[in-house]
């Protein structure tokens, strides 16, 4: 898998689950870089606003990559009343957590494909 994630648990976090998510600080375990994909098309866009140590301070913080509304490709994205963030695809990419600074999209990592950086 491209991040050296497991394709069991990609299908279980992105197809068969509406509010599960991988393990706390999952992502941190793989080569995960930039830009953030589902079924082909771009979710989410870093940096945008925040700049790349800004993201990874954030993402490690929090344990999860977490992107800011700037760096949502909205037409690819939406953020259901439950907090759940789909792909205009259906995918569960994750939740939308609202901190002191706003919006911040939690995402898993097996639900993106992401570029190399």
């Given at each position: 898998?491209?991040?050296?994630?497991?394709?069991?648990?990609?299908?279980?976090i992105?197809?068969?689950?509406?509010?599960?998510?991988?393990y706390?600080?999952?992502?941190?375990?793989?080569?995960?870089v930039?830009?953030?994909?589902?079924?082909?098309?771009?979710?989410?866009?870093?940096?945008?606003?925040?700049?790349?140590?800004?993201?990874?301070?954030?993402?490690l913080?929090?344990?999860?990559?977490?992107?800011?509304?700037?760096?949502?490709?909205?037409?690819?994205?939406?953020?259901?009343?439950?907090?759940?963030?789909?792909?205009?695809?259906?995918?569960?990419?994750?939740?939308?957590?609202?901190?002191?600074?706003?919006?911040?999209?939690?995402?898993?990592?097996?639900?993106?494909?992401?570029?190399?950086?």
């Open positions: 898998m491209k991040w050296g994630y497991d394709q069991e648990t990609a299908d279980c992105c197809s068969l689950n509406r509010y599960c998510a991988e706390r600080g999952y992502f941190a375990k793989t080569n995960f930039k830009e953030a994909t589902s079924s082909g098309t771009p979710s989410f866009i870093t940096p945008r606003q925040q700049i790349m140590k800004e993201f990874f301070d954030e993402s913080a929090h344990a999860w990559p977490s992107f800011r509304d700037e760096e949502v490709v909205w037409a690819n994205v939406r953020c259901l009343s439950t907090g759940e963030a789909v792909s205009v695809n259906g995918t569960h990419l994750g939740h939308n957590l609202h901190d002191r600074k706003g919006s911040r999209h939690c995402i898993n990592l097996v639900s993106v494909a992401g570029q190399p950086g």
